[in-house]
């Protein structure tokens, strides 16, 4: 599956942004899917996955409550809502996708930039 995320931008502290990402090859239905970021100067952080069992999304503990993960089966692809945005949350965000959950997240998007100023 090819991977394809958008939807980075600037954005001031307490604005909202939503990424997506589209999927190519395979149906989403076939993956669990996430997002991860990486800030500048650290590593690549899990942010938020849905299972491909239809099972509850989870997050990152410091995101839960501002950031929600979906999918549109209808359209592949699945998107990140993000409210009341840090400047911490600057980061580049790459989705990602498994065939299962004991699978390595094997499938990556190239990455989109997320900027919050203060």
């Known amino acids: 599956v090819q991977l394809q995320a958008s939807g980075g931008g600037l954005v001031q502290a307490g604005g909202s942004l939503r990424l997506s990402c589209a999927a190519s090859?395979?149906?989403?239905?076939?993956?669990?899917m996430g997002w991860f970021r990486q800030a500048p100067g650290k590593e690549r952080a899990f942010v938020a996955a849905?299972?491909?069992?239809?099972?509850?999304?989870y997050y990152a503990d410091s995101l839960k409550g501002r950031f929600t993960i979906s999918r549109d089966r209808a359209k592949n692809t699945v998107s990140l809502q993000m409210n009341s945005l840090k400047p911490e949350d600057t980061a580049v965000y790459y989705c990602?996708?498994?065939?299962?959950?004991?699978?390595?997240?094997?499938?990556w998007g190239q990455g989109t930039q997320v900027t919050v100023s203060s």
């Open positions: 990602a996708a498994r065939p299962s959950a004991g699978s390595p997240w094997g499938y």
């Open positions: 849905l299972p491909r069992s239809g099972s509850s999304p």
């Open positions: 090859g395979r149906a989403f239905s076939d993956y669990d």
